[in-house]
């Protein structure tokens, strides 16, 4: 469940980055390409807090949480690429 919670909230965090970068591309053409930029990275940092979270506090193996983290931040980041680049 926390999984599909943390496939969501990315979506969504998506969505905001890019309305963003869309809003801004009038003044800035290349606004688009940095809210895309930002949201990796962004998204790998809250992947990797979600990582840690899941190996230090629920007692995990690192091996255990690698493949979550990278369903995680993997597909989020890859529909953003992907709407980046097809879309705008």
Do not use: C, Q
């Not at 809003?23 to 930029?37: D, I, M, Q, R």
């Amino acid at each position: 469940m926390r999984t599909a919670l943390f496939l969501g909230a990315g979506l969504l965090l998506i969505a905001a980055a890019l309305l963003l970068g869309k809003l801004f591309s009038t003044n800035y053409p290349g606004a688009t390409f940095t809210a895309t930029v930002a949201y990796v990275g962004l998204w790998l940092i809250i992947a990797g807090a979600n990582m840690w979270v899941g190996v230090a506090k629920a007692g995990y193996s690192v091996t255990e949480e690698l493949p979550i983290f990278l369903l995680i931040f993997g597909l989020p980041a890859a529909v953003a690429v992907v709407l980046k680049w097809k879309v705008l």
